[in-house]
């Protein structure tokens, strides 16, 4: 099991559960979750002959629990819950995960879970991107279905690329910050000046 928090992100937590629960259906899992009071909860498996045989049939589990700028994530494998519907999220926030024993299956672990927090981090790190650009397509849908004119279309399609801009430019400081180049109080200086000219 692998624990990470994140603040400062800005992240839709529920965007972002929807987002791994489509990633892992996309490679051909099984999914299933459940989200309860701030708490989101993915289970994924692939349910192949072989992989019993090997002992990796248990579920990829992805826990997300907290608030936009301040959240963890973990991932884990562990026994695939028969109804997670029924309270499986408590059941993982108290210890539902666990490691599979084999060799082989640990090795497969392993090199899923790297893919996934691979997945994970791109979208919590750069969410506000990924969240943004959908409301773009949902303004152009809103557009021509006449929902919107076009006055509207594009006075909200403006700030929304507003927000995109502010967003690269943010995670452009963070990089700069966290390679040592500016120090945490320019950060936050220039953070406000950004702010201020959006």
């Known amino acids: 099991m692998v624990k990470k928090t994140y603040q400062n992100k800005n992240c839709d937590l529920d965007a972002l559960s929807k987002t791994i629960k489509s990633w892992f259906a996309e490679q051909g899992y099984e999914v299933q979750s459940n989200e309860n009071e701030g708490a989101w909860f993915i289970q994924a498996r692939k349910s192949e002959a072989w992989r019993k045989v090997v002992g990796a049939s248990r579920a990829f589990n992805v826990l997300i629990q907290g608030q936009p700028n301040e959240f963890f994530i973990e991932v884990g494998t562990g026994a695939w819950t028969a109804n997670l519907a029924a309270g499986g999220v408590a059941l993982f926030i108290t210890g539902g995960f666990s490691l599979i024993g084999s ?96």
Do not use: H, M, P, Y
């Open 103 to 198: 060799g082989i299956a640990v090795g497969w672990s392993k090199k899923i879970e790297g893919d996934i927090w691979n997945f994970i981090e791109q979208k919590a790190i750069f969410g506000e991107k990924v969240i943004t650009n959908d409301k773009l397509s949902q303004l152009k849908v809103a557009l021509e279905s006449g929902i919107l004119s076009q006055e509207e279309f594009d006075r909200k399609a403006a700030a929304i690329q507003k927000e995109i801009a502010f967003s690269e430019k943010l995670k452009q400081l963070e990089n700069a910050k966290n390679a040592g180049i500016i120090t945490d109080e320019e950060f936050e200086q220039k953070k406000k000046i950004l702010a201020d000219s959006i």
